[in-house]
């Protein structure tokens, strides 16, 4: 016991009085206290109110920018409203149904259309499972024979057509995220009985699709089929007509309309690292413009920034006519998150400064900090946490000072990058030895044609890592060539301090490198 104690004595966070480490957290979900911390990300309250009104919205932003947090935090705020006229709001951020016809080439509009009409029918039964009993047999009881027809003919068209295994798989999934943002609920949903909820999930379900209404004695499939035929025809029209049903399927349930968030479109399989084709997977969405323009019926996209300049390019859509913007945290947002997180956990005593050594304790440290986590609040948390653990790994009585907060740099930069970037990708960069080069550097380090350079530099710029800046005259004479430089402040200090071995390294020390 006594040991434990000693241990403990010899962390920063004994030695300044913290509550724990402020740092050990680096999502929103395991800080019950981070209300009383938080800085709220840039352009929440304007996407909350478009979310609210059914207006469709792209907001840019790098990775880790607060994308996700952003999305969440509107999907939960959209669901405390007490108004009935809220708007039914869908997350979309599974789109594993559509990768085989990506990969194929052969991605439409309808393919997606298909897919945010089965999330949305599978959150709506969702929600009526969390419904009290009598809550939900009154609302089924009181549908007529045209919103049954229309239920029907959606249920079974975009929902039902789906395999069973992949619906329950769906069901759970749903229903936990969902957990997290409905407040009233039967006594089975806040048990988290998963199973029951199915159950009763399914029993809603069955009162859907029956083919007849008012004691079996009007039949509702004939109506159901045409109307279905209509939907998943061939027609181009099809697609928007879905859209228009899917609002007046909400609004039958007493929503004023849908609204998907979409995210996370640059994490598939198919779609990690490249920007190009996170471009390509959602292109048939954003070009037709009309589907982005149905009255009740909104999308929010929260896409990777570096995908916006494909729109301008090989994957064109007309961003003039949709409203857009980018997310960026200016340092003075991060220092005031910073500030009141270590606030909160000293009782208001110290304020971020002041963990640092006399030493060190400037602006410049904090700047650097902030830089060196490519301006991301929860990258900010993981590298803190880093120097942390590392000043107390060193034994280190009193502040962070200057060794412990380079070793935890350095150590961030290194066990952080691969899960932005891919290894081979990292060490052909690394290989170059340089953080600002042209097209020769690169040919003359791979011994390769001035084509290849070229189209090596392309993936390079589609990952992220690096980017055109200006030109730079010609060794050769003639004219200016252009200059490229590394963009991630941590590959950067990767490459100047050396820290990986394939820095400056010959193309024989690394002959099993894929290219």
Known sequence: MELVKELYRMTIASQLGLISNPFENYTAENEPDIGAYAVRPPYLKAISERAKKLSSFILFGDRGSGKSATRLTVFKEIWALSKEDKPFIVNLTDFSEIQTAFKKDKLTEKNIIHLVAFCTIEQMLAWLASLPNDE????????????????????KGFYLSKPEIDREISNTETLQLLNSAWTTKSAIWTSQRWDAISKILASALNVLTQKSVEDNSVDISGPAEALLKSLVGDSPAAPRATLM????????????????LVDKLDETPATSNSAESTAKLIYPLLAHIQLLEIQGFSWILFIWSIVQQHFNEKHSIRLDKIAHANISWEPDNLKDMLNKRIRFFSSGRIDFIDLFDDSIRSDETINLIISISVGSPRELIKLMDIIVREHDARDSQGLINNDSLEIGLNKYCTETI????????????????????????????????????????KTWEDSGLVKQSGTVPSDAGGKPVYRYIVSDPRVIRIINNKLDAAVGAAIEDHVSEIE
């Not at 007529?144 to 249920?155: G, S, Y």
């Not at 049903?245 to 998907?260: A, E, N, P, T, Y």
């Not at 052909?428 to 044609?449: A, E, L, M």
Request: glycine share 6%.
């Open 136 to 155: 939900r047999d009154q609302k089924l009881d009181s549908l007529n024979k045209t919103e049954l027809t229309l239920i029907f003919a959606l249920v």
């Open 245 to 260: 049903k899917l609002v007046d399927f909400s609004r039958i349930f007493g929503f004023s309309g849908v609204c998907i």
């Open 418 to 457: 691969e899960s932005w970037y891919s290894k081979s990708l990292l060490q052909q960069v690394y290989r170059v030895g340089k953080n600002s080069f042209v097209n020769k550097d690169v040919q003359s380090t791979f011994k390769i044609s001035d084509q290849g350079a070229r189209v090596k530099i």
